[in-house]
């Protein structure tokens, strides 16, 4: 079992980054695959980017390739989230998720965060 908070989002213009961080619990959590998903209000979730428990592979969604970067650092039991080169169209709360089993598709994620809103505006 894995507890997980979200943090990191904020408001940036067009072509800005920031970095956001998903902590999990101290106990476990190399035990998981973890995720980054998104939604924007009215729609369902959808897959950002995932990685495996030791960070040796990485999938991101097509709208983020490039752009994206997902990694871990499994001894301060925290799982990051860089996004560069923000585009309008990105703006949406982020989620972080764990699964004891790899996948892309939210209804294999036992575990959720809170969500952390990010918003690309001029």
């Known amino acids: 079992q894995v507890q997980l908070v979200e943090s990191g989002g904020g408001s940036v213009q067009p072509g800005g980054s920031l970095r956001l961080s998903c902590k999990g619990s101290?106990?476990?959590?190399?035990?998981?695959?973890m995720a980054w998903f998104c939604q924007v209000p009215g729609k369902e979730r959808e897959f950002v980017a995932a990685?495996?428990?030791?960070?040796?592979?990485?999938y991101y969604g097509d709208s983020v390739k490039g752009r994206f970067t997902i990694s871990r650092a499994n001894a301060n039991s925290t799982i990051y989230l860089q996004m560069n080169s923000l585009k309008p169209e990105d703006t949406a709360i982020y989620y972080c998720?764990?699964?004891?089993?790899?996948?892309?598709?939210?209804?294999?994620?036992?575990?959720w965060g809170q969500g952390t809103q990010v918003t690309v505006s001029s």
């Open positions: 998720a764990a699964t004891p089993a790899g996948s892309i598709y939210s209804s294999d994620y036992a575990f």
């Open positions: 101290e106990e476990g959590f190399d035990r998981y695959a």
């Open positions: 990685i495996t428990r030791y960070g040796i592979y990485k």
